[in-house]
């Protein structure tokens, strides 16, 4: 089974600080990465696809590392607004035909 | 443009009962795909389809039927609701699998 791992949190972290967070994928054959962000009762919304070059979007930056099969995520000067859970989400080497495979999310506190 | 729609928003059902979830979309997306979310699994695949006429199983599809016949609309109908069925259901589409996924509001189900 493809597996998608993420430390689940809480991370409760001041406003204006910088925090990153990673997950690990299982499939070598993975083709598309993606950070999705879930606010509390809501659907999940796209924050941004993660390239192999790497790819930054304001004062988020995500990372791919695919000899460790893994992906990060950056977020710098955080913000309240910030306060979310974020989901890692990987493809199968079929393209994702067969669907997203989520990890289970980090929650992040930011405290003012 | 109203995106994604789910509808209803909030079911509750009697062991046994069986129902429609429904989602449609305006987005002219080939994919379409239904998710469940429970505490502490993630969003895991239910059913998908990548075109009208074409339906396919997910990770999780055991009582469950789904079909596909136009682009706008795909309903997930529970067979018969057992208790195990309470979650929330997020409906999604895409222009393709491995591509953004757009989430659907989520309709939250509980089986009594």
């Known amino acids: 089974r493809k597996e998608v791992e993420q430390d689940p949190g809480p991370f409760n972290v001041p406003e204006g600080a910088t925090v990153a967070f990673n997950c690990t994928y299982s499939?070598?054959?993975?083709?598309?990465f993606f950070w999705y962000r879930q606010d509390c009762r809501k659907e999940p919304k796209l924050l941004m696809s993660?390239?192999?070059s790497g790819n930054e979007d304001g004062r988020f930056t995500a990372q791919l590392n695919r000899a460790s099969q893994y992906i990060s995520l950056l977020i710098r000067d955080s913000k309240l607004s910030d306060s979310a859970t974020y989901l890692c989400?990987?493809?199968?080497?079929?393209?994702?035909?067969?669907?997203?495979?989520f990890g289970k999310g980090t929650h992040l506190i930011i405290q003012p | 443009n109203a995106g994604v729609t789910q509808t209803p928003k909030f079911q509750v059902l009697k062991t046994g009962q069986s129902m429609t979830l429904q989602c449609a979309q305006d987005?002219?997306?080939?994919?379409m795909s239904w998710y469940r979310q429970d505490p502490g699994m993630g969003l895991r695949l239910i059913h998908y389809?990548?075109?009208?006429?074409?339906?396919d199983q997910g990770e999780v599809p055991n009582g469950y039927n789904v079909s596909r016949s136009t682009t706008e609309d795909f309903p997930l109908r529970l067979l018969s609701a057992a208790p195990s069925q309470t979650s929330v259901y997020f409906c999604?589409?895409?222009?393709?699998?491995?591509?953004?996924?757009?989430f659907g509001p989520g309709t939250r189900l509980l089986v009594l």
């Open positions: 989400v990987v493809t199968s080497e079929g393209g994702g035909a067969d669907g997203l495979t």
């Open positions: 499939n070598s054959a993975s083709q598309s």
């Open positions: 993660v390239y192999s």
């Open positions: 987005m002219n997306h080939e994919y």
């Open positions: 389809s990548v075109g009208a006429g074409i339906t």
């Open positions: 999604a589409t895409g222009v393709g699998g491995g591509e953004t996924q757009y």
